[in-house]
């Protein structure tokens, strides 16, 4: 079985402080998919990254980077200098492929605000 | 990018009623889309994986002959929530995989919130 966890709830920051959302996953096959979505109040899930369980590269994109950890398995998510419009949950999930459970696994999600 | 469309995007309804929610892929043909389901503050819990000209896979819980899917097409899947009561308010989202597609793609639909009275 697949499992991911988001042990922070809630974050508060104050805007341009640095912030790092936990993700740290379960899963016993070798083949696996880590995704990062936000979720703004409006509902809709806006898709961040995907990242493939055979490429441990560290990607950044813009403001925003992702650290991925096999040995830890992490899969952690930093915000540099937030902004008020950063605020949202964000949902760190997984999909196993080679199971055929394609679905998405999702952790419990992180509700981040940032303070003007 | 994919497009994946709700409809309704909310809808209020009186207990003992039937709603039904479509998901399409609009600019794209999905053999599977995916229903979640998300409780106020909480995380997106899959119901079932919806599989084009058959019988949709129904996750532990999940009442089948409550919450009735169909994917008729490689472009749409419903899901009807039959005589919904107050417990069965929730957001509720779809997901589409492409055919052709590779990665573990998936294109989430714009959720539909549903409040029973």
């Known amino acids: 079985a697949q499992k991911v966890t988001q042990a922070q709830t809630e974050i508060s920051v104050v805007e341009k402080e640095d912030v790092t959302l936990d993700c740290v996953y379960e899963t016993r096959d070798t083949t696996y998919y880590l995704f990062w979505y936000k979720q703004p109040p409006s509902g809709e899930l806006v898709f961040l990254i995907r990242?493939?369980?055979?490429?441990?590269q560290n990607e950044i994109s813009g403001r925003y980077s992702w650290n991925f950890q096999k040995s830890t398995s992490s899969f952690n998510f930093t915000i540099t200098a937030s902004q008020v419009v950063d605020s949202a949950v964000y949902f760190c999930?997984?999909?196993?492929?080679?199971?055929?459970?394609?679905?998405?696994?999702f952790g419990s999600g992180t509700r981040l605000q940032v303070q003007p | 990018g994919a497009v994946v469309s709700q409809h309704p995007s909310r809808v209020i309804c009186k207990s003992g009623t039937s709603v039904k929610i479509e998901c399409r892929s609009l600019?794209?043909?999905?053999?599977?889309m995916f229903w979640y389901r998300q409780f106020p503050k909480k995380s997106l819990m899959l119901m079932a994986t919806s599989n084009e000209g058959s019988k949709a896979t129904y996750e532990q819980g999940v009442e089948k002959d409550k919450f009735l899917i169909n994917h008729a097409s490689l472009t749409l899947s419903t899901l009807t929530v039959t005589s919904a009561h107050p417990e069965d308010s929730s957001f509720y989202i779809c997901?589409?995989?492409?055919?052709?597609?590779?990665?573990?793609?998936?294109?989430f639909g714009p959720g539909t919130r549903l409040t029973v009275l």
């Open positions: 999930a997984l999909s196993v492929p080679d199971t055929g459970r394609r679905a998405l696994t």
């Open positions: 997901s589409a995989r492409p055919l052709a597609g590779g990665k573990d793609t998936q294109y």
């Open positions: 990242r493939n369980s055979f490429d441990e």
């Open positions: 600019d794209f043909q999905a053999t599977t």
